[in-house]
């Protein structure tokens, strides 16, 4: 599985005119050990079905007070609709979500257990509560941009629009206005290590 990773280095300048972006596969980095001042990975570690490996692989790139950014939805994060799109997948097409990725970094605890495995010299975990309007059409397009993409694909194309029918006439009869209010609670991590 390749999922993109953000690196960036820098040479301690004021300004930030010595700043290098680098985007690389984060289970085959090209990089020496203690190289890196900062990486960044956004809604994307639990997708790594080794996810401790590749994590404390990108700790070793890290120089020594240098720092890891993450993030991760938490488990209330998309209720109720995207428990209606898994249920429905499963019931009418028989797809089921992996439930390990679907379960990971979920929790605080969960995201501190993790950055332990670095022995970092500080962990700061913060949950940040994100609620916005959104109307069937984006929360259609959520779900063909985000992780559940992979479940979609597994659908011939009329299963998907089948799908796609019956799952917003679904939502659409739980709001009003043709709104929802989209719940993406995000735990954001950064360990210095």
């Not at 690389?24 to 990486?39: H, Q, S, V, W």
């Not at 993030?71 to 428990?83: D, G, I, N, R, V």
């Not at 799109?85 to 257990?113: F, G, H, N, W």
Request: include cysteine; hydrophobic fraction near 40%.
């Amino acid at each position: 599985m390749t999922v993109w990773f953000s690196f960036t280095r820098c040479k301690h300048t004021r300004g930030g005119k010595n700043i290098e972006f680098h985007q690389c596969d984060a289970e085959n980095l090209p990089y020496d050990n203690d190289y890196f001042d900062a990486i960044t990975c956004g809604y994307a570690l639990f997708f790594y079905p080794e996810m401790e490996a590749t994590y404390q692989a990108i700790c070793k790139k890290i120089k020594r007070g240098g720092v890891f950014a993450f993030s991760s939805f938490t488990q209330e994060a998309f209720t109720p609709y995207a428990e209606m799109c898994l249920q429905r997948l499963e019931k009418d097409y028989q797809i089921k979500a992996p439930r390990l990725m679907m379960e990971r970094l979920k929790t605080v605890s969960q995201m501190e257990a993790l950055a332990e495995l670095s022995q970092p010299q500080k962990i700061d975990i913060k949950h940040d509560f994100i609620r916005y309007d959104i109307t069937l059409s984006e929360w259609w397009d959520l779900l063909n941009n985000a992780g559940y993409k992979g479940l979609l694909d597994q659908l011939t194309l009329e299963q998907l629009n089948q799908f796609k029918q019956a799952h917003l006439a679904e939502i659409d009869s739980m709001i009003t206005h043709q709104r929802l209010e989209l719940n993406a609670d995000t735990l954001f991590g950064l360990v210095q290590v």
